[in-house]
T-cell receptor, first 116, second 109 residues
Framework: DADVTQTPRNRITKTGKRIMLECSQTKGHDRMYWYRQDPGLGLRLIYYSFDVKDINKGEISDGYSVSRQAQAKFSLSLESAIPNQTALYFC???????????????FGPGTRLTVL | KNEVEQSPQNLTAQEGEFITINCSYSVGISALHWLQQHPGGGIVSLFMLSSGKKKHGRLIATINIQEKHSSLHITASHPRDSAVYICAVFQGGSEKLVFGKGTKLTVNP
């Protein structure tokens, strides 16, 4: 089973609709991230969370919100989707304590979102 | 100018060739991350390094902190190595990654 899962994997929606992308992890990591990837651009950070009570904006947070429901779950919402939010979205996790490199990030499979 | 620059942007090789992908960065970093993105879109961590050299199978990553440069080498390349290779850095004490735009590698049989 995958350690970091994302649902849905693909979504087509219309302008103005509210969309939620969900991320779950079984790695026991404290830190979770949401990125978007656009053709010709590197991955860009939308929001990140270092624990359940901690939410931080990334470089492109406008138009997005997040919720950290539990250590294992981190959701990204688009309150009113617009076409330029069409992109590939990735969730990632990283450990803070215990074994393993504290900085290494582990990515989910991605969600391809199309806003018409 | 991007803080993380990769070269080349695109690379085509024949099976068996030795591959080098370069990453240069303009900021002080605490660690550098090499990632592989498969044609289907999934991203896999290859290496984290902050000094020296690491090797895993046919993959070798090196970093020169003074020159702000890292290289990813693939020996005896194979078509299954075809992917986008992404370099990312942690700036100083930041816990956030800054990503390069990636190098698309195609290995032909």
């Amino acid at each position: 089973d995958a350690d970091v899962t994302q649902t849905p994997r693909n979504r087509i929606t219309k302008t103005g609709k509210r969309i939620m992308l969900e991320c779950s992890q079984t790695k026991g990591h404290d830190r979770m991230y949401w990125y978007r990837q656009d053709p010709g651009l590197g991955l860009r950070l939308i929001y990140y969370s270092f624990d359940v009570k901690d939410i931080n904006k990334g470089e492109i947070s406008d138009g997005y919100s997040v919720s950290r429901q539990a250590q294992a779950k981190f959701s990204l919402s688009l309150e009113s989707a617009i076409p330029n939010q069409t992109a590939l979205y990735f969730c990632a996790t990283s450990p803070l304590t215990g074994t393993g490199n504290r900085n290494e990030q582990f990515f989910g499979p991605g969600t391809r979102l199309t806003v018409l | 100018k991007n803080e993380v620059e990769q070269s080349p942007q695109n690379l085509t090789a024949q099976e068996g060739e030795f591959i080098t992908i370069n990453c240069s960065y303009s900021v002080g970093i605490s660690a550098l991350h090499w990632l592989q993105q498969h044609p289907g879109g999934g991203i896999v961590s290859l290496f984290m390094l902050s000094s020296g050299k690491k090797k895993h199978g046919r993959l070798i990553a090196t970093i020169n902190i003074q020159e702000k440069h890292s290289s990813l080498h693939i020996t005896a390349s194979h078509p299954r190595d075809s992917a986008v290779y992404i370099c990312a850095v942690f700036q100083g004490g930041s816990e956030k990654l800054v990503f390069g735009k990636g190098t698309k590698l195609t290995v032909n049989p």
